[in-house]
C-alpha cells in the first residue's frame, strides 16, 4: 500500500533510512518530514515516526477543495470520520477544518463525525511545497521518556537513549526470527530495545560488572529471551546475524591501551563473523572513516548524531560487498 509516513524532527536522514529499511525499498519522495512510500510491515516499530497514513492523493493547496470534491470518500470511509489539517509550511491556512469534512459528508452513505475516536481519520498535511491527504493506519507512541536510561535500575554514563537505540536496531532491517548481537553490550541499552521488539538477542562485554548490570536491566523489563556471555569481542567466532553496538569511548577496555587497536581488531573480527548487517555507534572523537576505509565493508549509510557540545556519534549502516 502506499503510505506517508510523518518523521520525528531530530534527524531526518536517520528517520528516513529506518523507514526505508523496514520496507525495504530506495524508492520514495519527501518534502520536510513527509516520506511516501509502498510499504508493509508493523508500523509500530518505528522508534522515528510519528504517524503512518494510506496515501489518498496530493496536489497543490490552491486544488485542494477540487481534489477533496472529486475524491470518491466511500472507497475509503468506516463508520464515523474525523478531518484534520496539519499545518508544516510558515503560511497561515484560512480554511477551517470543517469546510474539508463537508465533502466527506457529502459523498457518503450515513455519514458521521467523530471527532474523539474516528475510524476513519483523514488527515490533510500542508507542506512548503505540497498538500497531502491521507488516512490515518497508525499513531506510534512510544513512550520513550519512561524508558529513559535514568530510570533502569544500573546505569552507564555514555548509554545511548531508547530512541535512537530502536532506530538503530531497524536501520539493519532485522526481520522476525533473526538474532541481534550487541559484542559490547554494556548496561543493555541497544538489547533492551531489541528485545522489546522480540528479537533473540545476544550481548558480550569483557566485564564481569557491566554483565550483571545488564541482566539486571533486562530482567527489570521482562525481556527473556537474551543470552549474555563475557567475551572479548576482538576475538569472536561463528556467525551471527544482525550486528548493533556501541563502541567503547575509551574507558573500560581492558583488551589494549588503544581504542585504534581496539577497533580495527573488532572490525577484522566482524567481517569474519557477520552474515547480513552492522550498525556501529562510534564517538565522534575517533575518526571511523579512517579505519572504515581499511577494511572491505560497505558504508552504505551514516548519520551524525548530537549528544552534547563536546561529543556528537556516528552511526554507521555496514554491510558486505554483494
Ligand atoms: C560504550 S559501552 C556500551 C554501552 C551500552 N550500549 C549501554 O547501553 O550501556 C562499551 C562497553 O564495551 C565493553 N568493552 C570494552 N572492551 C571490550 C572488549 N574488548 N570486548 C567486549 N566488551 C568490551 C565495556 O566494558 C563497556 O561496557
Redesign the pocket.
Given at each position: 500500500m502506499r503510505c506517508i509516513f510523518l518523521l520525528s524532527g531530530e534527524n531526518f536522514d536517520l528517520a528516513r533510512e529506518e523507514v526505508l529499511a523496514l520496507a525495504g525499498t530506495e524508492d520514495y519522495w519527501m518534502f520536510e518530514n513527509v516520506l511516501i512510500l509502498d510499504a508493509d510491515f508493523r508500523f509500530e516499530r518505528l522508534a522515528m515516526a510519528r504517524k503512518v497514513y494510506q496515501y489518498l492523493f496530493e496536489c497543490d493547496y490552491k486544488d485542494l477543495k477540487r481534489k477533496m470534491e472529486g475524491f470518491d470518500w466511500r472507497k475509503v470511509y468506516e463508520r464515523n470520520f474525523s478531518m484534520r489539517i496539519i499545518n508544516l509550511s510558515h503560511v497561515k491556512l484560512h480554511e477551517k477544518e470543517a469546510e474539508f469534512a463537508k465533502y466527506v459528508w457529502e459523498k457518503v452513505k450515513e455519514p458521521r463525525v467523530d471527532l474523539e475516536h474516528a475510524r476513519t481519520k483523514i488527515e490533510i498535511i500542508v507542506t512548503e511545497e505540497k498538500v497531502f491527504v491521507g488516512k490515518v493506519l497508525k499513531e506510534i507512541h512510544h513512550e520513550f521518556h519512561k524508558r529513559r536510561p535514568s530510570v533502569r535500575p544500573e546505569q552507564?554514563p555514555?548509554?545511548?537513549d531508547p530512541k535512537l537505540a530502536r532506530a538503530c536496531v531497524n536501520l539493519t532491517g532485522i526481520p522476525v526470527g533473526k538474532v541481534l548481537v550487541d559484542?559490547?553490550?554494556?548496561?543493555?541499552?541497544?538489547l533492551i530495545e531489541a528485545g522489546l521488539m522480540r528479537f533473540n538477542t545476544a550481548g558480550?562485554?569483557?566485564?564481569d560488572k557491566?554483565l550483571l548490570k545488564c541482566e539486571r536491566n533486562l530482567d527489570f523489563y521482562k525481556i527473556k529471551r537474551f543470552r549474555l556471555e563475557k567475551?572479548?569481542?576482538?576475538h569472536l567466532s561463528g556467525l551471527v546475524d544482525y550486528v548493533v553496538t556501541?563502541?567503547?569511548?575509551g574507558k573500560?577496555?581492558?583488551?589494549t591501551d588503544s581504542l585504534d587497536n581496539?577497533y580495527s581488531d573488532f572490525l577484522k573480527t566482524l567481517w569474519k563473523i557477520l552474515r547480513y548487517k552492522a550498525v556501529l555507534i562510534f564517538p565522534s572523537t575517533v575518526d571511523h572513516k579512517k579505519m572504515l576505509n581499511k577494511t572491505d565493508f560497505v558504508v552504505e549509510h551514516e548519520f551524525n548524531v548530537y549528544v552534547h557540545k563536546s561529543l556528537s556519534r556516528n552511526i554507521v549502516l555496514l554491510s558486505r560487498p554483494e
Open positions: 552507564h555514555t548509554t545511548i559484542p559490547f553490550c554494556g548496561s543493555g541499552g541497544i558480550y562485554d569483557i566485564s557491566m567475551r572479548d569481542a576482538t556501541d563502541l567503547p569511548y573500560g577496555s581492558k583488551v581496539l
